[in-house]
């Protein structure tokens, strides 16, 4: 079986579906709460995240073989990667066998190599996606399947967001939040965020793991105060704290927080920095982006070397997304998975899904779809009409 066409295109989000039907209780905590995150320092975009994000669409691709079956992968960062996709990597793939994924992902890597990076590692990911759901759909198997899944039914997930009232509410069991200040922000930032810590802890009780994340807003003093501020609440784990080439920031952080588990990756988009941060012994729980490191192929590379240096794999909103979720149920060593919390309170969760065939969490717990492929629920026209 071979490849007839690959072609991308831009799509409203890669996360989260049309308007909810349901009223919501509030605005959403993304609408308005202050994150800390790498431009604080800045005035004029220190508030909102959204201020100086590029507002580029998401991206979707579909592979076509030329028995004209087909699949589907997302990712983001709009015309930048469209335009590597369809103007370099698919008059290249056209003509190439659907079957041996893995060569392809090498072939990948190799074509983009002049400009490899982020943007090409996005590029990357929305292709692989697609051959893995096309194969899926050839075989009548959910991919889940074609990647050994079956020992168990679902996965726990933890919800991420600042409305964690309303996550409880919803049955999740373990808790993350987006830290809201950073070194701009001084000492009293670093009394908010405590005390904001501190509330979440008193609302979720002891029971429940609690998590922060903070986004690559730190520098390494801010970190290691900001972890001894809080290891009474008892986190699991903090997330991200430096900005990601800082492997050496990340190894002193690791030092100097005996105890305290450290988490990151989402902005590692090939396996060798999460081989080179294992070996260093940076870090206790692997994050990488299904949709942004090199795809489903990208990840299976990531969560072996993590298995082999006994580390757990917890992607990044891996639970929003059908890719995420096949992932994370056939993967050993993947123990829990992240839902991101976007919508507002009072929305059911199954109203802000992009695509019909994904399942949402139901209290705390997920089983991905048995359908063939990712299971998206999607007709080729519905597929295409994603387009925006």
């Not at 392809?104 to 190799?110: A, D, E, H, I, V």
């Not at 993350?176 to 904001?196: M, Q, R, S, T």
């Not at 969560?303 to 891996?318: K, Q």
């Not at 949402?360 to 063939?372: C, F, I, N, T, Y």
Request: glycine share 10%; with cysteine; charged share 20%.
């Amino acid at each position: 079986m071979k490849i007839r066409s690959v072609h991308a295109f831009a799509i409203r989000s890669d996360l989260v579906g049309g308007p909810a039907r349901t009223s919501a209780r509030r605005p959403a905590w993304v609408d308005h709460a202050e994150v800390a995150n790498p431009m604080s320092h800045y005035a004029r975009f220190k508030r909102l995240r959204s201020s100086w994000r590029p507002r580029w669409p998401a991206v979707a691709c579909i592979v076509t073989a030329q028995d004209g079956q087909w699949g589907l992968g997302m990712t983001r960062y709009g015309s930048p990667v469209i335009a590597i996709i369809n103007e370099h990597l698919a008059p290249l793939l056209a003509g190439e066998s659907c079957e041996d994924i893995a060569a392809l992902w090498q072939m990948l890597q190799r074509l983009t190599s002049p400009y490899a990076g982020g943007l090409s590692c996005y590029a990357i990911s929305a292709i692989d996606l697609a051959l893995w759901d096309l194969r899926g759909r050839h075989e009548c198997q959910p991919v889940h399947r074609l990647l050994g899944g079956g020992a168990r039914a679902d996965l726990p997930v933890y919800a991420t967001g600042n409305d964690p009232d309303w996550y409880l509410e919803l049955g999740f069991d373990a808790l993350k939040i987006a830290c809201p200040y950073g070194p701009a922000d001084g000492p009293a930032g670093l009394d908010a965020n405590e005390a904001l810590l501190r509330e979440v802890r008193a609302l979720a009780g002891l029971e429940r793991d609690l998590m922060v994340d903070c986004w690559m807003a730190f520098d390494l003093p801010y970190a290691l105060e900001f972890a001894a501020r809080v290891r009474p609440m008892g986190l699991s784990w903090i997330e991200d704290c430096l900005m990601p080439e800082d492997f050496d920031g990340l190894a002193a952080l690791r030092a100097g927080t005996p105890g305290q588990a450290l988490a990151g990756g989402e902005h590692w988009y090939t396996p060798e920095p999460f081989e080179r941060a294992l070996r260093a012994g940076c870090l206790d729980v692997l994050q990488p982006d299904i949709g942004w490191a090199s795809g489903l192929s990208g990840c299976l590379r990531i969560a072996e070397l993590a298995r082999a240096a006994g580390r757990p794999v917890i992607l990044h909103a891996g639970m929003n997304t059908a890719y995420g979720q096949h992932f994370s149920l056939a993967v050993p060593n993947v123990p829990q998975g992240e839902y991101f919390v976007g919508s507002a309170p009072g929305v059911p969760l199954e109203e802000v899904r992009l695509t019909p065939g994904t399942p949402v969490p139901v209290k705390g717990r997920l089983a991905p779809s048995d359908e063939p492929g990712f299971g998206l629920g999607l007709t080729l026209d519905a597929a295409r009409a994603l387009a925006i």
